[in-house]
């Protein structure tokens, strides 16, 4: 059984940080691409970051330069730093296992930046 399992999402002050997990079990962890979604309030989940099987990343605009995306393939985790946040980053965070046509999606974390 495949099971993504985020954590570490909460409220932040603007200007804050955060760092999200996703641990997975049940796949082969280092062959997968690795992608983190937001879905912010009453909008469609949206790419933010990606690391691919061999560590090659890429983020969206609107968060280049402030989140960090990496991976732990000896702890099949992939991590998410939020650097600079800002009220617009609120969402849930989703973590998704790509290989080919398989995908597997977490059960997402809230973030929540605001005063």
């Known amino acids: 059984q495949v099971q993504l399992v985020e954590s570490g999402g909460g409220w932040v002050q603007p200007g804050g940080s955060l760092r999200l997990s996703c641990s997975a079990s049940g796949i082969i962890f280092k062959i997968y691409r690795m992608d983190w979604y937001q879905q912010a309030p009453g909008k469609q989940r949206e790419l933010v970051a990606r690391i691919s099987n061999e560590g090659t990343t890429s983020y969206a605009d609107s968060v280049r330069g402030r989140f960090t995306i990496s991976r732990d393939n000896a702890k099949n985790t992939v991590y998410l730093e939020m650097n600079a946040l800002k009220p617009e980053d609120t969402g849930v965070y989703y973590c998704?296992?790509?290989?080919?046509?398989?995908?597997?999606w977490g059960q997402g974390t809230q973030v929540t930046v605001s005063l």
């Open positions: 998704n296992a790509n290989l080919a046509s398989r995908q597997h």
